[in-house]
């Protein structure tokens, strides 16, 4: 077998394979012995009957796809461990048989590879630089969710309800006399005032006594997510059976000491603000470097594979769906898109614009590695595994021995990123943005149903985290339908 490599477009390399005749004579003898049992000929037992025969029978070519199978799988992986100082395979190859018949056969398989980046400047630039700064509110938030974790329900008696309690209710929904999937419960507990239910619902349940019943009347929203509902008039029988309030514990050293383990209120508020002054210095660092990315990305040019973008649409889709099911309890991804009211496609095709640019900014993080000559000494992977043996109280031989070679490469992976960033950070000029304000997690209105990403489901869109060099080992060590 020969065969030449060249580069083609978007990053792509075109290796084309030429079997001789004896090599392809060889190819359909052992694709004929491997086969023939699929082929019945008048006259012979099945699989018994020659290659000529069944070539009479089938046609000369009978045997040629399986061939050219064979072949390919014999050769393609060694030449791409042959080629792989000169290109890095990203994806599956698109093969195509240029020329075949009795006296040979061409086939040609374009790669897509890893490219070539064209690095802009990423020293001497300005980079806005991310600083939080934590403030007494803050501290003072974290005291009040203390106190709401460890308050309690108290029973209300002698007052109608009002916004901010419990009620604790049965109710029947009908649409037109019929009664509709979803619209009944018992004992079902509804914070009034919180929105949960349909517009106008828990407005008329404030001012109801324990024991009353009536019939709320509503409307269901045009865009409701259940489409025999949308924009229906609708009535719920609703029955009170109980008001509660929820009482929230005197803030007080005795308190603190229970809840909280500190030994004082000031020793908490001490605490809590240290603690918020490390996440904040996390978050702007992430923000930072991510800035540090973006800014070096920009300046630098770099053709995409198809297959790496596709690549990193798939792996997001994943963790979407993993994180779905840690943060909802199971929750299947085919859910989540049915109760939003999209379909798996449109989902991932949302990914595609960040895909790009997580794609972009680690060939790129990956070039100026190599163009810095950036590594982690054995003697930094030592100290790195030192630190992680103190923290689990072990000595450095018995750490090491449970650490694999996947761990290790985390490590140095790891010492290699930061090295990377020491370095950017020293060679810019980081300009202090104003402070962002800190923004209260918008809330969810009652009964409308957006379709947004899984990553952006769960509260504030986390911190981007920074982007590796090659992060590819183990580290060690809602509503009811109403």
Known sequence: MQYKTEPSEKSTVKITMTFDKAEWDEANQKAYLR??????????RKGKAPKHVIELNYGKGVFYEDALTDLYNDHFEEIVEKEKDNFTVVGQPQLNVEDISAEGAVLTAAVPVKPEVKLGAYKGIKVKKAEYNVKDEQVEAELTRLQERNSRL????????????????????????EKFAGGTAENYDLVLGSGSFIPGFEEQVVGMNVGDSKDVNVKFPDDYQAEELKGKDAVFAVTLHKLRRK??????????????????VEAYKKETREKLEKQAKERGDAETENNIVKAVSANAEVELPDAMIENEMDNMVRSAEYRLGMQYGGMKLADYLRY?????????????????????????????????????????????????????????????????????EYIADDIVVN???????????????????????????????????????????????????????????EDKAE
Not at 154 to 177: H, K, L, M, Q, Y
Not at 363 to 385: D, Y
């Open 35 to 44: 086969t023939r049992g699929r082929y019945a000929v008048n006259g012979f």
């Open 154 to 177: 108290a029973d209300v008696e002698g007052r109608a309800a009002e916004n901010g309690d419990t009620a604790t209710i049965d109710f029947s929904g009908s649409v037109n006399g």
């Open 247 to 264: 009482e929230l514990p005197e803030v007080n050293d005795e308190f603190i000491k229970d809840a909280a383990g500190a030994e004082s």
């Open 340 to 408: 939003m009211g999209t379909d798996v496609a449109s989902f991932r095709e949302g990914y595609r614009e960040q895909a790009q640019e997580n794609v972009k900014s680690r060939l790129v993080v990956e070039a100026i590695v190599k163009a810095e000559g950036i590594k982690a000494e054995e003697s930094e992977i030592e100290a790195k595994l030192e630190e992680l043996a103190k923290a689990a109280n072990k000595t450095l031989e018995e750490y090491k021995k449970d650490v694999t070679d996947s761990q290790r």
């Open 419 to 477: 090295k990377l960033f020491d370095l950017l950070k020293k060679e810019n000029t980081l300009e202090v943005e104003a402070e962002a304000e800190e923004k209260p997690a918008a809330k969810k209105p009652a009964a409308k149903k957006t379709a947004k990403k899984a990553d952006e489901a769960e509260g504030d869109k986390p911190a981007a985290k920074k982007p590796a060099a090659k992060k590819t080992a183990k580290k060690p060590a």
